[in-house]
């Protein structure tokens, strides 16, 4: 499987954006896929991950309400929609996907896409 994220940008605070991960390969559904970000310096940390059916979702704290992930297997796409963004939010998002569903909540994966950088501004 191979993930191409895409949709970064530089947006002001209390803005949106939607990221978009899409993928190649038949087997895609199959997998569970999460959301992710790195901020310079830091570790990178989870953000959001859905189940390969897309009936189970987990959002980290600090983002529900204001993040949705959801998926299109028929477009091989999963999507992160980010509204109320804060200046917090800033860092280089990936997108990766895991057969085994638990590991995302672990920032584990058995395939990781390039990032996109998310700028919100103050």
């Known amino acids: 499987v191979q993930l191409q994220a895409s949709g970064g940008g530089l947006v002001q605070a209390g803005g949106s954006l939607r990221l978009s991960c899409a993928a190649s390969?038949?087997?895609?559904?199959?997998?569970?896929v999460g959301w992710f970000r790195q901020r310079p310096g830091e570790e990178r940390e989870f953000v959001a991950a859905?189940?390969?059916?897309?009936?189970?979702?987990d959002v980290r704290d600090s983002a529900k309400g204001r993040f949705t992930i959801s998926r299109d297997n028929a477009k091989n796409t999963v999507y992160l929609q980010m509204n109320s963004l804060k200046p917090d939010d800033t860092a280089v998002y990936y997108c990766a996907a895991a057969i085994w569903y638990p590991d995302l909540r672990r920032a584990q994966a058995n395939y990781w896409g390039q990032g996109t950088l998310v700028t919100v501004s103050s």
């Open positions: 390969g038949r087997t895609f559904s199959n997998y569970g």
């Open positions: 859905i189940y390969p059916n897309g009936d189970i979702r």
